[in-house]
């Protein structure tokens, strides 16, 4: 079987202390230890042991075994334990004694084999389980080596886990949230008036927001997830998984109404498994999502308004790949760019949404379902971006450009017309350079405007099964940042700069993404009222009642990820040529009166507990 023991991880500058278990792998670090530590004779200590752990909390030892249970006494290798305590060793081989030295702790002594120690020159007797040598190492009683340096040590006999911690310092826990701005930088000041004013030591992980999901699935497969996890999709894990994830807050959420009302809303984030809640909604303006964002220095330079339809749009996309829109004499400009990603077109999504009326690929309305991906409209939509393919107004490497690539090629001001947040907007808007998001854009003068939607929410919170951390602690301190952010009491506190508003706004949520938004705020006035006319303008549209989220672990890792990614494959045919629009109707045709559709579809109803129609 495979151990894991302690390590530490440093991410954004701050250290993650991991528990130390006895269930996962180890390297056998023989070879690095001094010979003064070794005795080659020994032979494994045939006491009966059982699997036992140890979280060392608030304190940075690195175990390179697993500890073990030995006569009702845990034993821990000593060398690793007392340097990670700051103690400097001697051992006397003769004697097979330890000396261990510290500036302002009492001087500990240990025998091999033998039951007695030395505490600050005091002889202690008849110790439960005398240390021993094994494995090259010096193994000491944990109880005895933490609380002689001052620490304490408590027993889980349900995890069978012994904790170890200062009991002087402040509770330490960590968490992982995803920048949405892609700020990673270390908000110091930030963590420091958590320390001082909310009496936590916060180990903050900031993850690439481009890979976040994948982070958040390897943390959880390599048994390494933070205390508290965002994630970015509230359905990536269906129920059994999720469940046995993440800690059931039902009870202790009495305790919070903020936080139980977010845990109780599926519609903004949360997550309800047959009665009981397990995730609570990162708050955050559903509007603030990626969409179509235009260059306003192009269109006044070529005399063009801002498009309305698509037809008009297709007309301004021209114009930006042929006509020389930069003023370079060159013809080196692209309409649009985007890039696929999850289960579907990704950055492309807004042009079916512009055909179909709907964000997401199903969506209810009067209480019917309906799948848009069979509906005549989306023909239309590939039909167009295949028009605008072939006329060579889309980046023709769409299909495999990842998400940084599409942003580089944004900043070298060769593309018109691209899907962005209210935010990187702003942030491409430097130099010449001026990008303002579309107030919004129809398929024809006859049909809604459509408008941004964030479909998962702005992400959920969980608390980790895994965590050795008291749940109450972090509810009350994710509470009081919700309550600070909701009555914009963190603008009061003088020493926190922009990395730190950056870091308030990935953790506690943002509502309003205009409200503090730095990167807006530095936009010339005449820009930035094009900002707000356009959020005022998609604020008028919502998809809460139509949209089912609930629907994308279906897609995600569910038994009908395989038959979505067919149909986003067969779309994206359609679009760079490969296929025609008449071979997408037969396919959709096909897919409809097959039998793994038809139990889709019962599967979604079953799902929504609505009745099939």
């Given amino acids: 079987m495979k151990r894991r023991f302690l390590h530490v991880t440093k991410l954004a500058g701050l250290t993650l202390v991991a528990t130390v278990t006895a269930f996962t792998a180890v390297s056998d670090v023989s070879a690095s230890m001094s010979s003064p530590w070794t005795d080659d004779t020994a032979s494994e200590n045939n006491t009966a042991r059982s699997q036992v752990s140890v979280s060392f909390q608030n304190t940075t030892v690195s175990l390179p075994f697993p500890p073990r249970m030995i006569e009702g006494t845990i034993m821990v290798p000593g060398k690793a334990v007392l340097e990670g305590y700051g103690y ?25 084999d033998r039951k007695e120690m030395e505490i600050g020159g005091k002889r202690i007797n008849h110790l439960k389980t005398a240390p021993y040598l094994d494995k090259k190492m010096i193994w000491l009683p944990l109880r005895l080596v933490a609380e002689a340096s001052g620490l304490s ?34 908000p110091m000041p930030l963590l420091k008036y958590m ?10 992980q900031l993850a690439d927001p481009e890979f976040y999901k994948e982070k958040t699935t390897v943390l959880f497969a390599a048994g390494d997830p933070a205390s508290i996890m ?12 999720l469940e046995s994830l993440a800690v059931d807050l039902t009870k202790q959420l009495d305790a919070y109404p903020r936080l139980k009302a977010l845990a109780g809303n599926n519609a903004l984030g949360g997550r309800v498994i047959n009665g009981k809640l397990y995730g609570i909604a990162r708050p955050g303006d559903q509007h603030d999502a990626p969409f179509p964002a235009i260059r306003q220095d192009w269109l006044d330079k070529l005399n063009l308004a801002q498009p309305k339809t698509m037809d008009e749009l297709y007309e301004v996309l021209k114009q930006f790949t042929f006509n020389d829109p930069d003023g370079n004499g060159k013809q080196d400009t692209i309409g649009l760019s985007g890039y696929t990603f999850a289960a579907g077109l990704g950055t492309l999504t807004w042009v079916e949404q512009a055909f179909t009326g709907s964000p997401d690929r199903f969506s209810m309305k009067d209480g019917k379902l309906i799948d848009h991906a069979a509906a ?30 599409t942003q580089d090629r944004l900043s070298e001001n060769l593309t018109g017309l691209a899907a962005m947040s209210v935010t990187e907007a702003a942030q491409l808007s430097a130099g010449q350079a ?17 408008a941004p939607w964030k479909l998962e929410g702005n992400g959920m919170y969980i608390i980790s099964a895994m965590t050795r ?17 909701e009555k914009n009491e963190w603008g009061a506190i003088a ?104 139990l889709m579809i019962a599967d979604i109803h079953t799902h929504l507990a609505v009745p099939a129609k």
């Fill in 195 to 204: 320390q001082e004013n909310m009496n936590v030591d916060v180990r903050l």
């Fill in 88 to 112: 400097k060793l001697t051992w006397h081989a003769g004697e097979k004694r330890l000396t261990a030295e510290h500036p302002s702790k009492l001087g500990l002594v240990f025998w091999a």
């Fill in 434 to 450: 001026v990008w303002v998001p579309l107030s919004g854009i129809q398929a024809t003068s006859a049909s809604p405007a459509i």
């Fill in 469 to 485: 951390t008291e749940p109450g602690l972090m509810l009350n301190w994710l509470n009081r940042g919700y309550e600070m952010t």
């Fill in 230 to 241: 965002l994630l970015e999709d509230p359905y990536q894990y269906n129920d059994e998984l």
């Fill in 376 to 405: 005549p409209e989306q023909a239309q939509a590939l039909k167009w971006l295949a028009h605008a393919y072939r006329d060579g107004l889309v980046d023709k490497e769409f299909a495999v450009r990842t998400g940084e690539q």
């Fill in 153 to 186: 040590v408590t027993w889980d006999a349900f995890h069978r886990t012994a904790f170890v911690s200062d009991p002087h310092a402040l509770p330490q826990f960590s968490v992982m949230t995803k920048p949405n701005d892609g700020t990673v930088a270390s």
């Fill in 495 to 598: 020493e926190l700069g922009a990395a730190d508003y950056s870091a308030i706004n990935h953790l506690f949520g943002q509502t309003d993404m205009l409200k503090g938004n730095q990167s807006v705020a530095a936009l010339p006035a005449n820009v930035r009222s094009t900002y707000e006319a356009a959020v005022a303008e998609w604020r008028k549209t919502s998809y809460a009642d139509t949209t089912l989220p609930q629907l994308n672990s279906f897609w995600s890792q569910g038994k009908y990820a395989d038959l979505n990614n067919k149909l986003v494959m067969f779309k994206i045919k359609v679009i760079m040529g490969a296929a025609t629009i008449e071979e997408w109707e037969r396919y959709i045709a096909t897919l409809v009166a097959s039998e793994e559709y038809k």
